[in-house]
């Protein structure tokens, strides 16, 4: 084990009753030496899992640590800012967390800002609003994970409910699964929450499960995605006869593929000649008039990215819309479909240096950053570059900073009012290039292979900053 490691402190936490060590012990994979006999390798396996459930709950330990840290001072916002609301990220009456505050814990321990706040917001959860719980995690008898999963579902709870979750489940924790937990939430919601409880004899407070899903970010090599769905009895058997007749129709019309290909194309079928319904006016009245048969809605586009190699006719693309590789094929069979307007564009080059003397990000910049960047560029995340981010100057254009491929970068709304309004600051030591410094002295490269700690060893970490970092205003 390196010196500096086997060296390093644990430092002691007591947070609501539960004192737990925070530190490390990292033994270098290189220089593990293999176990001589089957019992030695069951108390190894042993003691690792030990190790790992111990840090479970030593990281949920920190992260109350790190929110209790970080309450909101004045003229901070606190909460999450959801569709222009600012949302608590734990149940009622639980201690609320500056805007900012999670970004840097989450980076520090390799997450994005999402999974950061989940996190933090689910350890105040269970510190605050369900102590029988937390003292079991404290005790090493329920996972953190666990806990976490319960804490999860308690957030829209009244402090009441959540009360009572807390007494119900601290017994059976490690037993009760995932439908019964939704069934005490219910319950809960049912005893405490009687104005939004979904009681079964009342239709008005009866959940409607309908609903059709699609697992975009799921998609196979083939381009494949799967769906679900819960329709009513008629709406089903009427899709089912839709779907039947226009499979036959299919295979009237030469298909040579199986009856289940058939059958999800006729999915599509039904898509793009779809009945559509719309709402006139006439006389204050609504009047539902069919709409031409053929779907005039707005288009689907596809971003499909093709190597040399793919257009020669082998290799793999990528759809840029889903982040996913697509067999060069499937692009080809999708490009020569029936209906489909294919726009071909030349290859961009992402190192040229393109410069424009005003302030407003021009379309042309626009998709060669997106193209270099990919995703936002803060540390971890993953937003997509094109459709969810906003153009940030790395040098403030009121500072001297120009409007040009070496100045501009893809951020997210959220990490682009943290880098305007906290001491988050970054580089770009050349295009598609971020070095991220946070209020800390946490050091991130972000490149095209995704982002790597480069915090200097034995780091001491300095007070954070309130003082904002800088005045560029959010750029759309």
């Given at each position: 084990m390196d010196q500096d490691l086997a060296e390093a402190p644990f430092v002691g936490l007591d947070v609501g009753g539960v004192w737990l060590a925070v530190g490390m012990s990292i033994s270098l994979l290189e220089r593990n030496r293999t176990p001589g006999s089957p019992g030695d390798v069951l108390a190894c396996a042993r003691a690792a899992r030990a190790a790992e459930l111990a840090a479970g709950v030593n990281l949920l330990v920190a992260a109350v640590e790190w929110a209790a840290m970080h309450e909101p001072v004045p003229g901070d916002e606190a909460g999450w800012l959801v569709a222009d609301r600012f949302v608590p990220i734990a149940g009622d009456g639980a201690p609320l967390v500056g805007e900012f505050a999670v970004a840097e814990f989450?980076?520090?321990?390799?997450?994005?800002?999402?999974?950061?706040?989940?996190?933090?917001?689910?350890?105040?959860?269970?510190?605050?609003?369900?102590?029988?719980?937390?003292?079991?995690?404290?005790?090493?008898?329920?996972?953190?994970?666990?806990?976490?999963?319960?804490?999860?579902?308690?957030?829209?709870?009244?402090?009441?409910?959540?009360?009572?979750?807390?007494?119900?489940?601290?017994?059976?924790?490690?037993?009760?699964?995932?439908?019964?937990?939704?069934?005490?939430?219910?319950?809960?919601?049912?005893?405490?929450m009687p104005q939004t409880a979904q009681w079964p004899d009342d239709p008005d407070t009866v959940p409607d499960g309908r609903g059709v899903w699609f697992d975009h970010d799921q998609v196979s090599i083939d381009g494949l995605v799967q769906m679900r769905g819960s329709l009513d009895l008629a709406d089903a058997l009427d899709l089912h006869k839709a779907v039947a007749v226009t499979a036959e129709q299919l295979l009237v019309a030469g298909s040579t593929e199986g009856l289940g290909a058939r059958q999800a194309a006729a999915l599509g079928e039904l898509a793009r000649n779809q009945l559509s319904l719309v709402f006139d006016q006439i006389e204050g009245e609504p009047r539902v008039a069919p709409r031409s048969r053929r779907n005039d809605g707005q288009p689907v586009t596809l971003y499909l990215h093709l190597s040399e190699e793919a257009l020669a006719g082998g290799g793999v693309g990528r759809c840029e819309n889903t982040s996913s590789p697509i067999d060069a094929g499937t692009i080809r069979e999708w490009s020569a479909a029936e209906g489909v307007t294919l726009t071909v564009k030349p290859v961009i080059d992402l190192a040229e240096h393109v410069q424009v003397g005003q302030y407003e990000v021009p379309d042309r910049l626009k998709e060669l950053v997106g193209l270099r960047d990919v995703s936002c560029v803060f540390?971890?995340?993953?937003?997509?570059?094109?459709?969810?981010?906003?153009?940030d100057h790395a040098i403030p254009f009121a500072d001297g900073g120009s409007t040009?491929?070496?100045?501009?970068?893809?951020?997210?709304?959220?990490?682009?009012?943290?880098?305007?309004?906290?001491?988050?600051?970054?580089?770009m030591p050349e295009p598609g290039v971020y070095v991220w410094?946070?209020?800390?002295?946490?050091?991130?490269?972000?490149?095209?292979?995704?982002?790597?700690?480069?915090?200097?060893?034995?780091?001491?970490?300095?007070?954070?900053?309130?003082?904002?970092?800088?005045?560029?205003?959010?750029?759309r």
């Amino acid at each position: 084990m390196d010196q500096d490691l086997a060296e390093a402190p644990f430092v002691g936490l007591d947070v609501g009753g539960v004192w737990l060590a925070v530190g490390m012990s990292i033994s270098l994979l290189e220089r593990n030496r293999t176990p001589g006999s089957p019992g030695d390798v069951l108390a190894c396996a042993r003691a690792a899992r030990a190790a790992e459930l111990a840090a479970g709950v030593n990281l949920l330990v920190a992260a109350v640590e790190w929110a209790a840290m970080h309450e909101p001072v004045p003229g901070d916002e606190a909460g999450w800012l959801v569709a222009d609301r600012f949302v608590p990220i734990a149940g009622d009456g639980a201690p609320l967390v500056g805007e900012f505050a999670v970004a840097e814990f989450a980076a520090a321990v390799g997450m994005t800002t999402e999974a950061g706040k989940a996190l933090v917001g689910q350890a105040v959860e269970l510190a605050h609003r369900l102590p029988k719980l937390w003292s079991l995690v404290g005790a090493g008898r329920v996972p953190g994970w666990q806990a976490r999963r319960v804490a999860d579902k308690t957030m829209s709870l009244c402090p009441e409910a959540a009360g009572f979750v807390d007494a119900q489940v601290a017994g059976v924790v490690g037993k009760i699964g995932v439908a019964q937990l939704d069934r005490l939430v219910e319950e809960a919601k049912r005893r405490h929450m009687p104005q939004t409880a979904q009681w079964p004899d009342d239709p008005d407070t009866v959940p409607d499960g309908r609903g059709v899903w699609f697992d975009h970010d799921q998609v196979s090599i083939d381009g494949l995605v799967q769906m679900r769905g819960s329709l009513d009895l008629a709406d089903a058997l009427d899709l089912h006869k839709a779907v039947a007749v226009t499979a036959e129709q299919l295979l009237v019309a030469g298909s040579t593929e199986g009856l289940g290909a058939r059958q999800a194309a006729a999915l599509g079928e039904l898509a793009r000649n779809q009945l559509s319904l719309v709402f006139d006016q006439i006389e204050g009245e609504p009047r539902v008039a069919p709409r031409s048969r053929r779907n005039d809605g707005q288009p689907v586009t596809l971003y499909l990215h093709l190597s040399e190699e793919a257009l020669a006719g082998g290799g793999v693309g990528r759809c840029e819309n889903t982040s996913s590789p697509i067999d060069a094929g499937t692009i080809r069979e999708w490009s020569a479909a029936e209906g489909v307007t294919l726009t071909v564009k030349p290859v961009i080059d992402l190192a040229e240096h393109v410069q424009v003397g005003q302030y407003e990000v021009p379309d042309r910049l626009k998709e060669l950053v997106g193209l270099r960047d990919v995703s936002c560029v803060f540390p971890w995340c993953s937003r997509p570059a094109r459709s969810a981010c906003d153009h940030d100057h790395a040098i403030p254009f009121a500072d001297g900073g120009s409007t040009c491929s070496c100045n501009v970068a893809a951020l997210c709304r959220h990490h682009h009012r943290l880098k305007t309004h906290s001491p988050w600051s970054y580089s770009m030591p050349e295009p598609g290039v971020y070095v991220w410094t946070s209020p800390h002295g946490y050091v991130f490269l972000r490149d095209r292979a995704g982002t790597t700690d480069v915090t200097p060893p034995g780091l001491r970490p300095v007070p954070g900053c309130a003082v904002g970092a800088g005045s560029d205003p959010p750029d759309r």
